[in-house]
T-cell receptor, first 114, second 111 residues
Framework: EPEVTQTPSHQVTQMGQEVILRCVPISNHLYFYWYRQILGQKVEFLVSFYNNEISEKSEIFDDQFSVERPDGSNFTLKIRSTKLEDSAMYFC????????????FGEGSRLTVL | QKEVEQNSGPLSVPEGAIASLNCTYSDRGSQSFFWYRQYSGKSPELIMFIYSNGDKEDGRFTAQLNKASQYVSLLIRDSQPSDSATYLCAVRQGGYNKLIFGAGTRLAVHP
């Protein structure tokens, strides 16, 4: 069964460093998302991406964050200068179309900022 | 701020019983509602979605939607210990399938 894959599964970084989290969405999906979940808290929307551009972003998604789909298969989330409060599980999700509604989530990348 | 509210639990039920999980939402214009299951340390896994008022059944799971009351519920029949997880209610908002999640209800099914 097709699935969303994410790498790395866990990354530890020093405060101020740049990190890139990678995702391979399901191949025929058109809509891509990043969510995050701080330990013990709710899953929060970060950004949606369609047709090679950001379609919507949350207040969390500030100038430190960026997304791109460099090669038609990978979908990346970059955090330019990590802060302690960026420590969280980051989930990539993809969806086939707007009318179907369902999103399918990857297994997540746990980011630990020291 | 458009919210999705869930009782955090834990909801404890014996094996074989019916577990009832509830969710309310504040955006009256919401049209699509989803239940995800999340095991500890894992990603959300879609269980069901519902768009229309009434009940929708899928195996042991039944989703119920009442748009007038802004209320969504999930019933799990014949609960099994493997159903022990956190159940996330999510509401679609906006034009690009953004999901707003509740904080989740932790379900514990004991033998």
């Amino acid at each position: 069964e097709p699935e969303v894959t994410q790498t790395p599964s866990h990354q530890v970084t020093q405060m101020g460093q740049e990190v890139i989290l990678r995702c391979v969405p399901i191949s025929n999906h058109l809509y891509f998302y990043w969510y995050r979940q701080i330990l013990g808290q709710k899953v929060e929307f970060l950004v949606s991406f369609y047709n090679n551009e950001i379609s919507e972003k949350s207040e969390i998604f500030d100038d430190q964050f960026s997304v791109e789909r460099p090669d038609g298969s990978n979908f990346t989330l970059k955090i330019r200068s990590t802060k302690l409060e960026d420590s969280a599980m980051y989930f990539c999700a993809s969806g086939l179309g707007l009318n179907t509604g369902e999103l399918f989530f990857g297994e997540g990348s746990r980011l630990t900022v020291l | 701020q458009k919210e999705v509210e869930q009782n955090s639990g834990p909801l404890s039920v014996p094996e074989g019983a019916i577990a009832s999980l509830n969710c309310t939402y504040s955006d009256r214009g919401s049209q699509s509602f989803f239940w995800y299951r999340q095991y500890s340390g894992k990603s959300p896994e879609l269980i069901m979605f519902i768009y229309s008022n009434g009940d929708k059944e899928d195996g042991r799971f039944t989703a119920q939607l009442n748009k007038a009351s802004q209320y969504v519920s999930l019933l799990i029949r014949d609960s099994q210990p493997s159903d022990s997880a956190t159940y996330l209610c999510a509401v679609r908002q906006g034009g690009y399938n953004k999901l707003i999640f509740g904080a989740g209800t932790r379900l514990a099914v004991h033998p």
